[in-house]
């Protein structure tokens, strides 16, 4: 599905030091946050998220996450497309998408407290800390395909609502569609969490021994830290 607010992996990448990298604020309106929380509730109750996520990720190539997945499950998982019915049965591909709804749920509870930025933004750097201890190297392109396949999975379940908003397509066809404003507050959610995650990756990255070489062979570390940047 080809969504407006989808960025292309061909943009500029900013330095490790850009104030864009990890940015204090999201500039969420109260509004907007009460549409971020109570979409993602019906959103979750329209399809498992983390599920659905899992699934985008192993069908993109660019990705790299079936490579990872196999190293750290031991099982080859070919070449196919994979669906959440899928992933339900491989016990690692579900441990990650608990872990995808656990966070979600976490955060979004976070957003109408008075200190939510600060709250979201602590979150985030942990998980993206995590990942370079668990040796889930990402590199630009992983952080991009990880942003659109989120809002892929958030607007394919509010899609999903028979209940939704429709228009109409040429005067004789109702076509189902998630309001602007929704999709465009969860952009900004999404882009401050990911990017917050870089940021802690970096920290992470920044402060282990240079000279300790990864043991995984799933994926190779970047050579420096700006390959880890959008």
Same mark, same amino acid.
């Given at each position: 599905?080809?969504?407006? &607010?989808?960025?292309?992996?061909?943009?500029?990448? %900013?330095? %490790?030091?850009?104030?864009?990298?990890?940015?204090?604020?999201? +500039?969420?309106?109260?509004?907007?946050?009460?549409?971020?929380? =109570?979409?993602?509730? /019906?959103?979750?109750?329209?399809?498992?998220?983390?599920?659905?996520?899992?699934?985008?990720?192993? +069908?993109?190539?660019?990705?790299?996450?079936? !490579?990872?997945?196999?190293?750290?499950?031991?099982? &080859?998982?070919?070449?196919?497309?994979?669906?959440?019915?899928?992933? @339900?049965?491989? /016990?690692?591909?579900?441990?990650?998408?608990?872990?995808? +709804?656990?966070?979600?749920? $976490?955060?979004?509870?976070?957003?109408?407290? !008075? +200190?939510?930025?600060?709250?979201?933004?602590?979150?985030?750097?942990?998980?993206?800390?995590?990942?370079?201890?668990?040796?889930?190297? &990402?590199?630009?392109?992983?952080?991009?395909?990880? $942003?659109?396949?989120?809002?892929?999975?958030?607007?394919?379940?509010?899609? /999903?609502?028979?209940?939704?908003?429709?228009?109409?397509?040429?005067?004789?066809?109702?076509?189902?569609?998630?309001? $602007?404003?929704?999709?465009? !507050?969860?952009?900004?959610?999404?882009?401050?969490?990911?990017? @917050?995650?870089?940021?802690?990756?970096? =920290?992470?990255?920044? @402060?282990?021994?240079?000279?300790?070489?990864?043991?995984?062979?799933?994926?190779? %570390?970047?050579?420096?830290?700006?390959?880890?940047?959008?």
């Amino acid at each position: 599905m080809n969504l407006p &607010f989808r960025e292309s992996s061909r943009q500029a990448s %900013p330095s %490790p030091d850009s104030p864009s990298v990890g940015p204090r604020t999201i +500039n969420l309106s109260v509004a907007e946050r009460q549409c971020i929380c =109570a979409s993602w509730e /019906k959103a979750s109750t329209q399809s498992d998220i983390g599920c659905e996520l899992v699934a985008r990720l192993l +069908n993109d190539n660019r990705t790299r996450f079936r !490579a990872l997945l196999e190293c750290k499950s031991g099982s &080859f998982l070919g070449s196919g497309n994979y669906t959440t019915e899928d992933v @339900n049965g491989m /016990k690692r591909a579900r441990s990650v998408a608990d872990g995808v +709804n656990c966070f979600f749920n $976490k955060v979004i509870s976070k957003l109408m407290d !008075a +200190n939510y930025v600060e709250e979201i933004q602590d979150l985030s750097l942990q998980l993206g800390a995590m990942h370079f201890r668990m040796k889930v190297w &990402f590199q630009a392109e992983n952080w991009l395909c990880v $942003k659109n396949c989120l809002l892929d999975s958030v607007v394919s379940a509010l899609l /999903k609502d028979t209940k939704g908003t429709y228009v109409i397509c040429g005067g004789l066809k109702k076509v189902q569609t998630v309001e $602007k404003h929704t999709t465009h !507050a969860w952009f900004k959610f999404v882009q401050f969490i990911i990017q @917050n995650m870089k940021k802690g990756f970096l =920290a992470e990255a920044l @402060n282990s021994d240079s000279h300790n070489e990864p043991k995984t062979e799933c994926a190779s %570390p970047c050579s420096s830290a700006s390959n880890h940047s959008v």
